[in-house]
């Protein structure tokens, strides 16, 4: 089993910045791939981000890329995405999730249904 656990979520106005932080417990050796899901209210869970990490490889949405930028802190077992240029549209719940199937970073990352483990969520909310 693997816990996730997210923070940094909050409420800001558009243009500035946050960090949220994904840490992973548990049985950690056995991730293939981490990612960022966010659910805006009334709609579906959409990938934003994901980070390989037997190769460090990275993929985002096209609605995020250039502003925000996945990271991974391999001592700490997180999972970072730095969101920048926010805008109202950016405002969801985001969810940390993992899995430990074999993935393909270009393909098989987009879709939630891969993720084997989910964190609680955390609240980000841009103001225009």
């Known amino acids: 089993q693997v816990q996730l656990v997210e923070s940094g979520g909050g409420l800001v106005q558009a243009g500035d910045s946050l960090r949220l932080a994904c840490a992973a417990s548990?049985?950690?050796?056995?991730?293939?791939?981490m990612g960022w899901f966010r659910q805006a209210p009334g709609k579906e869970r959409e990938f934003v981000a994901a980070y390989k990490w037997s190769d460090d490889r990275t993929n985002y949405a096209d609605s995020v890329r250039g502003r925000f930028t996945i990271t991974r802190d391999m001592a700490k077992n997180t999972m970072y995405l730095q969101m920048n240029s926010l805008e109202p549209e950016d405002t969801a719940v985001y969810y940390c999730a993992a899995t430990t199937r074999r993935m393909n970073i270009y393909a098989t990352v987009y879709y939630a249904s891969n993720y084997n483990y989910w964190g609680q969520g955390t609240q980000v909310t841009v103001s225009s």
């Open positions: 548990g049985h950690t050796a056995g991730i293939n791939t």
